[in-house]
């Protein structure tokens, strides 16, 4: 069975550092592995996708993740954050044989301090 | 290409009444997921249809729930004598799996809650 762990529940910054959000997922097959942001009281935007094409994924509003099967995981980054990037950031993993249906971690809400 | 929608956006009803959410998917993704969020929580699967055909129900989905999509086009999601535990976010997603990857559009969401 796939699962998703995102490591920290809580992740706070300052404007301008680096946002680092941690996921690692288990699969037994090769996996499909997504980034969604969630605004308050809104639906989820894909912020990128691994589709095994390439492990450095580069997504919309400058984050980008990389794939490491070797450490089973898919991090999340972004050099220099801004204060419209405070939101809640999931991980997902899919996988092809089981109707696409995604797997979701239990989400990092992402602080961003002036 | 107006995205998913999904109606109503709030929902508040008491216990033991029915109620009925709606989603209509992008026009040409024949692919239709409903998720239930619970506040500090990732979404969690509940079931999915392509086109008409309901594919998979999580244990999540009790016999409390049903979904539909009738004609392969929208789908509504109807809880029956709900509960307090039933309050959470509705999400509704869409896909074309004409694309390799299941690429899921997400809903702006029903948020229920059961007084």
């Known amino acids: 069975a796939q699962s998703v762990t995102q490591l920290g529940s809580h992740v706070s910054v300052s404007e301008g550092a680096l946002v680092l959000l941690r996921c690692n997922y288990s699969s037994s097959v090769p996996p499909y592995l997504f980034w969604y942001v969630q605004y308050p009281n809104q639906g989820l935007q894909l912020l990128l996708k691994y589709t095994s094409a390439a492990t450095l994924v580069k997504g919309i509003n400058g984050f980008e993740a990389e794939f490491k099967k070797s450490e089973t995981s898919f991090h999340l980054t972004k050099p220099s954050a801004h204060m419209s990037d405070a939101a809640e950031y999931f991980c997902a993993v899919s996988v092809y044989n089981q109707g696409g249906k995604l797997i979701f971690g239990q989400g990092t809400e992402l602080s961003v301090k002036p | 290409d107006t995205g998913v929608s999904q109606d109503p956006r709030h929902k508040i009803t008491k216990r033991g009444q029915n109620v009925t959410f709606r989603c209509d998917p992008i026009?040409?993704?024949?692919?239709l997921y409903w998720y239930r969020q619970t506040l500090g929580q990732g979404p969690e699967f509940l079931t999915y249809f392509q086109n008409e055909a309901q594919l998979e129900k999580s244990r999540l989905l009790s016999d409390r729930f049903s979904a539909e999509r009738p004609k392969g086009s929208f789908s509504t999601l109807e809880i029956q004598r709900t509960e307090q535990g039933d309050s959470a976010m509705y999400l509704c997603a869409s896909s074309n799996p004409g694309q390799l990857i299941h690429e899921q559009y997400f809903g702006p969401g029903t948020r229920l809650t059961v007084t």
């Open positions: 026009s040409e993704h024949n692919r």
